[in-house]
Nanobody, 123 residues
Framework: QVQLVESGGGLVQAGGSLRLSCAASGRTVSSHAMGWFRQAPGKEREFVAAISWSGGRTRYADSVKGRFSISRDNAKGMVYLQMNSLKPEDTAVYYC????????????????WGQGTQVTVSS
């Protein structure tokens, strides 16, 4: 099993930056592809970014491409989401996820989830 714990959320002004962290633990956690999703009130959980187990491949939603960057450090069991040029529409609860196959865009393609961290962007 894999356990995921997010941190780093908070309140930031539009145009600012925030870095989310996901601490991953469990057997063979480094072999999992990782992803970030977000969910705003009343909306479906939305794909944000994904990274392969080795960190060699990444994928982003069009809405965040060029602004967000996903990375991982398998030695530390950490996954990060660097968020720059934040917009009010980025406001959501952000979830770290893990799954067996890289690049999944649907939340049902991931097996493990963190509890989420709130990101609020003010205008």
């Amino acid at each position: 099993q894999v356990q995921l714990v997010e941190s780093g959320g908070g309140l930031v002004q539009a145009g600012g930056s925030l870095r989310l962290s996901c601490a991953a633990s469990g057997r063979t956690v480094s072999s999992h592809a990782m992803g970030w999703f977000r969910q705003a009130p009343g909306k479906e959980r939305e794909f944000v970014a994904a990274i392969s187990w080795s960190g060699g491949r990444t994928r982003y939603a069009d809405s965040v491409k060029g602004r967000f960057s996903i990375s991982r450090d398998n030695a530390k069991g950490m996954v990060y989401l660097q968020m720059n040029s934040l917009k009010p529409e980025d406001t959501a609860v952000y979830y770290c996820s893990a799954g067996p196959v890289y690049g999944g865009l649907g939340y049902n393609e991931y097996d493990y989830w963190g509890q989420g961290t709130q990101v609020t962007v003010s205008s």
